[in-house]
């Protein structure tokens, strides 16, 4: 069974609650859908969200870099040659999420040739995936609420923190305010989006050091080498590398050369085949990882519930799958649903990421 047909379609769903975090805002989902259609109809799904101040894309580069350079090598390749296609992408450098939702889109394919669910062809270790929720910028009580009513009504306990604010006092008391009010059994941890310098994240975890954070993610520039080094060596938290981990060759340097001892796993920058070898390096060298978030639709977040439920390795920790939440619609034909704090991985062949066509029509921008 041959790829007949690879295109990527724009579309823009607006947010009710938009997210703030250190290194931009979403008001809008404006993604791209990636569909992968084969010479027998079958049709793979995968969502891509344009991050520009973290990977520079955007929606027309991936689009374009879609469209125009993978399809036409791309079309004509058998479904189940994976390396084939691995070895088309690895052509091109950077375009992270691109190349990720067409690898995601492809294994979807090939979930329903082999009538599997995908899940189970990547690893098949557990049904559902523990959810953390991810909390922007807003002052401290209005976090505390948000979180308690997320707890309330979704049965979520562990939060993430976007932080790097200043003054960092900001972050320190939103921190405080959170741990009282949620108790000492919630789990919580600070993304700071590269927001602080070391010096600034190392006075941050002096004056958290009694609230039982779990780590902290990306609390400066990575490429100061030395001084995220330093932190890592004195922190007594883990620090987790995101946006300085994009793909295999930088996560594997990130924990080599001290700059991290902990990994944010994102299957939209990676898609499945790269995620599941940065999660078997970062296994090999006995450093824990965590499903990230990147901002992803319903779409998205199936995808990194089938990826993180199919390993051990991921299946750990929460992963981060709830901000589709803060969105006015999705393109999703079932709804996602999180119960007791879990999200269930679909029973169907594929990833399990059926698209509502009318709501595609709805929201494509490019008719
Ligand atoms: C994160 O973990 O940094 C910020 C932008 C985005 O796409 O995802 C984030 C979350
Ligand atoms: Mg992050």
Redesign the pocket.
């Known amino acids: 069974m041959k790829i007949a047909t690879v295109e990527a379609i724009p579309y823009s769903i607006p947010y009710v609650h938009p997210?703030h975090?250190a290194?931009?805002a979403?008001h809008e989902a404006d993604h791209v859908l990636v569909r992968i259609t084969t010479d027998d109809g079958i049709v793979g799904t995968a969502d891509t969200?344009p991050?520009p101040?973290?990977y520079g894309e955007t929606q027309k580069s991936i689009v374009a870099v879609v469209e125009d350079l993978f399809a036409p090598q791309l079309v004509g390749l058998d479904v189940l040659d994976r390396e084939k296609v691995q070895a088309v992408l690895a052509r091109t450098v950077h375009n992270q999420t691109a190349k990720g939702a067409v690898d995601i889109a492809l294994w979807d394919v090939i979930g329903q040739f082999l009538g599997q669910p995908v899940t189970r062809l990547l690893g098949g270790f557990t049904d559902s995936m523990r959810v953390s929720h991810?909390l922007g910028f807003k002052p401290a009580q209005e976090l505390l609420d948000l979180a308690l009513r997320f707890r309330e009504t979704y049965g979520i306990t562990t939060f993430?923190l976007?932080t790097g604010r200043h003054p960092i006092g900001l972050d320190v008391e939103a921190a405080a305010v959170l741990r009282e009010g949620l108790g000492e059994d919630a789990e919580l941890y600070m993304?700071a989006?590269r927001g602080w310098s070391a010096n600034e994240a190392m006075e941050v975890l002096r004056r958290t050091a009694d609230l039982g954070l779990q780590f902290l993610?990306?609390p400066d520039d990575a490429r100061e080498v030395l001084g995220r080094r330093r932190l890592v060596e004195r922190s007594t938290i883990p620090i987790a590398a995101?946006?300085s981990a994009p793909n295999l060759g930088e996560a594997a340097k990130e924990i080599l050369t001290g700059g991290a001892n902990l990994l944010?796993v994102?299957t939209?920058r990676s898609g499945f085949t790269e995620a599941a070898k940065i999660v078997g390096m970062a296994e090999g060298m006995g450093v824990d990882v965590y499903v990230?978030?990147?901002?992803?639709t319903q779409v998205g977040t199936i995808a990194s519930v089938v990826f993180g439920a199919a390993l051990a390795h991921t299946s750990k920790r929460a992963g981060?799958l709830s901000?589709f939440l803060d969105m006015s619609d999705d393109l999703l034909a079932e709804p996602v649903v999180i119960a007791d704090g879990r999200i269930r991985v679909p029973d169907v062949p594929g990833v399990g990421t059926a698209v509502d066509e009318d709501k595609l029509t709805r929201y494509r921008t490019d008719r």
């Open positions: 997210l975090f290194s931009g979403v969200p991050r101040y973290t991810m993430k976007k993304d989006n993610e990306e995101d946006e944010a994102k939209a990230g978030n990147q901002i992803d981060e901000n």
